[in-house]
T-cell receptor
C-alpha cells in the first residue's frame, strides 16, 4: 500500500497570505489528523477528520481550518498567515483513530 | 487538559547499552500511550503503543511499561544500535472518538558506535 502523501513538500508565503495544504491518506483509512511541529512547541494536535466530519479539534485559532472529502483526502487551510505559523505540518491517517501513520510533512515558511 | 512531561531531553549511550525514556501524564482518563521515532528530516513513525489495561508490552528490543497509579510510562530500548539514534516522542490521550493526543517534547537519543 502506498503511504500517506502530502503536497506541497515546501512552501514559502508572506505574512497575511493564506495557504492550503493537502494530505492523501493510506487507502482505506478514514481518519486524518493534522499536527503542527515546531522546535519551540513540539508536536501539537490541530484537528481530526473522520468520514468528512471534523471529530476533534486542538487549541488553535480559527485561522486554522480543514476539510475532508468523500475519498478521505484532506486539506488544511491557514488564513492571514503570521510569522509564528512557520512550521512543519504533518498529517496522519489511521483506520480508526489510534495507529497513526504520518506523512512526510509540508514545511511552511512565512516571511 | 492533558499535560505530558518527557525526560530526559537528550540521552547519549554507547552501542549495546540500554536506554530508558520516561513520560508522565496528568489526565487520569488517558488510556492510550504511543511512542514515535523521528529520524532527522523524516516523518514520525509509531514504534510501540500501550493501552491502560496492560502494564507492559514488548516488541523485540523495545518495551513499554505503564504505571497507571503513578501516571507514568517508559520506553526501554535494549542492545542499542547506531540506527536507533533519533528523536523519540511519547504521547497520551483518551482512546475512541475523542482521541486528542498530547505529545511530550521529545528525547534525542544518540547511540555512539
Amino acid at each position: 500500500k502506498a503511504g500517506v502523501t502530502q503536497t506541497p513538500r515546501y512552501l514559502i508565503k508572506t505574512r497575511g497570505q493564506q495557504v492550503t495544504l493537502s494530505c492523501s491518506p493510506i487507502s482505506g483509512h478514514r481518519s486524518v489528523s493534522w499536527y503542527q511541529q515546531t522546535p519551540g512547541q513540539g508536536l501539537q494536535f490541530l484537528f481530526e477528520y473522520f468520514s468528512e466530519t471534523q471529530r476533534n479539534k486542538g487549541n488553535f485559532p480559527g485561522r486554522f481550518s480543514g476539510r475532508q472529502f468523500s475519498n478521505s483526502r484532506s486539506e488544511m487551510n491557514v488564513s492571514t498567515l503570521e510569522l509564528g505559523d512557520s512550521a512543519l505540518y504533518l498529517c496522519a491517517s489511521s483506520l480508526e483513530v489510534h495507529e497513526q501513520f504520518f506523512g512526510p510533512g509540508t514545511r511552511l515558511t512565512v516571511l | 487538559g492533558e499535560n505530558v512531561e518527557q525526560h530526559p531531553s537528550t540521552l547519549s549511550v554507547q552501542e549495546g547499552d540500554s536506554a530508558v525514556i520516561k513520560c508522565t501524564y496528568s489526565d487520569s482518563a488517558s488510556n492510550y500511550f504511543p511512542w514515535y521515532k523521528q529520524e532527522l528530516g523524516k516523518r514520525p513513525q509509531l514504534i510501540i503503543d500501550i493501552r491502560s489495561n496492560v502494564g507492559e508490552k514488548k516488541d523485540q528490543r523495545i518495551a513499554v511499561t505503564l504505571n497507571k497509579t503513578a501516571k507514568h510510562f517508559s520506553l526501554h530500548i535494549t542492545e542499542t544500535q547506531p540506527e536507533d539514534s533519533a528523536v523519540y516522542f511519547c504521547a497520551a490521550g483518551r482512546s475512541g472518538g475523542s482521541y486528542i493526543p498530547t505529545f511530550g517534547r521529545g528525547t534525542s537519543l544518540i547511540v555512539h558506535p
